[in-house]
DNA sequence: CGGGCGTTTGAATCAAATCAATTGGAGTGG
DNA sequence: CCACTCCAATTGATTTGATTCAAACGCCCG
């Protein structure tokens, strides 16, 4: 699985580990405060000019289904979803996860029907955009039209990021790059990430990174072991992640062929 | 890898098999004359709107690299390309593979900036469509802007099910089943289909699908013994796909936990 | 013709899946 | 409150599919 990766000789491990304790960077705290700004923004300026419709939604409930008939596209103002695909000969596939600011039913628009179901993983608010109403809304605001482009083009660009982890990365690096992205996510729009609650099974994040259950067990037993993560004392659906970098850092090492002992 | 599959009870493996020899079902037949109008008439309707210019590229050539400033879109008129990521630790991967009619770029709309590179495998053309000049065309032409938008929402259901295939299918069965795409969009082109020249590597097509290039030429090489895929006389780099639809049943057989023998 | 690259194939190894048993919580009802 | 069930999670033992290592082959091109 690891045949592909170019061994740079730029790249050095070491120095990343050395960062491990580091708190989280000045440019990427700039950036994070940068991305949370345009969520709120943007939700901003949809409510201005559209006036959606709020939905409020408990954990399970589905939202669209593939199939169904394309109208709306969602934006998430709260809460957490998850995608999921299911293929003709019955093969199912979580294929993304949604967080506030993300929006979802892109699939739907080009075949005027959606191809996946969005499941609510959590309490929270979506409000629902007439597509129509959307374009309408877009000829007379070129921000609007901007907004979506960009949204739809970081959706393009995160599941390209998608398959390169599923493609390139040992069990335990996905894992542990899938927290990193989950304490991003979680940063990026101003919430605390040392304590995330993930509300997914063993067995829906082992399918999103395309790994059983008991491998995504044991590779958190390995970063706990490894005190990359730690779990709360009640149950272990919610993981402590002291240090973001630490994370990036145990992803390298996996990647590491010699760990360049002695 | 094959835990999270719902063998549901409508599967029917037999039945699937049974298609074999079938030729391509009339409804499919219809779906690829209508998306082969559909991209011609994209391209007729860029060609009118926006005097798109236009660049000959040979196998190799680069259109855009990440990092590179986002100017403009790409539209395929001919040729084939590949698009690639690089990670910041060095791994690299093929994210995705372009035919005619297929747009280029778009992962740049949201950062200002390319997040990969484009090659060209071959000979082709393609149009440069600088993204202001498209936006402005859009105000006065909505079916412009309809035509942008259903390329992006096709790109992210395409992109989900790369990630379903590399998440839950075997390797056999995904080099089968990309053998059955790349079939399938040159079928939707109003090519040939039966005999299709790859012009990847082993190891090009083994990273896009996650896997090594020996796996690949292993799944190639079960392919061609069971008569699903023959080699042209000349090398091995040029494969005859007799009946795709025989692709999709060996999909179904590696699926299939127990062949139900006896 | 010979060198270099891409491909095939075999053998050994390894990471992850599978199988199986156990533990731990959450919720229910006596 | 405790016993009970149910489901999620953990952990160990074993198997297996894919990788790795290695060797040989074929083809293109100077």
Redesign the pocket.
């Known amino acids: 699985?690891?045949?592909h990766i170019n061994a740079s000789a730029t790249l050095d491990p070491i120095r990343a580990f050395a960062a491990d304790r580091a708190p989280v960077a000045k440019p990427a705290g700039d950036e994070n405060r940068r991305v949370g700004q345009r969520i709120a923004d943007t939700l901003a300026l949809l409510a201005a000019k559209l006036a959606p419709q709020r939905r409020l939604v408990r954990a399970g409930e589905v939202i669209y289904q593939a199939g169904g008939r394309f109208d709306n596209l969602y934006i998430l103002n709260s809460g957490f979803f998850k995608i999921t695909t299911l293929s003709p000969d019955g093969r199912e596939q979580v294929v993304g996860l949604k967080f506030r600011g993300d929006w979802l039913g892109f699939d739907g628009i080009a075949g005027g029907a959606y191809s996946c179901d969005a499941v609510a993983m959590d309490t929270g608010e979506v409000w629902a955009i007439p597509y129509e109403a959307l374009l309408a809304a877009c000829s007379g605001h070129r921000d609007l039209l901007t907004v979506l482009h960009e949204a739809m083009s970081r959706e393009i660009a995160h599941d390209r990021d998608s398959l390169m982890s599923v493609c390139t990365l040992?069990?335990?690096a996905r894992v542990a790059e899938f927290l990193r992205h989950w304490a991003d996510s979680l940063a990026k729009r101003g919430l605390r990430t040392d304590q995330i609650a993930?509300r997914?099974?063993?067995?829906e994040i082992?399918n999103y990174l395309?790994?059983?259950?008991?491998?995504?067990?044991?590779a958190?037993?390995r970063l706990a072991r490894d005190k990359v993560i730690g779990?709360s004392s009640?149950?272990?659906?919610d993981v402590h992640i002291p240090d973001v970098a630490a994370l990036t850092a145990f992803v390298q090492r996996c990647l590491a062929p010699a760990p360049t002992l002695q």
Do not use: I, N, Q
């Open positions: 699985m690891l045949s040992p069990a335990d993930l997914m099974t063993r067995a082992g395309g790994m059983t259950l008991e491998t995504v067990s044991r958190l037993s779990f009640k149950g272990r659906r």
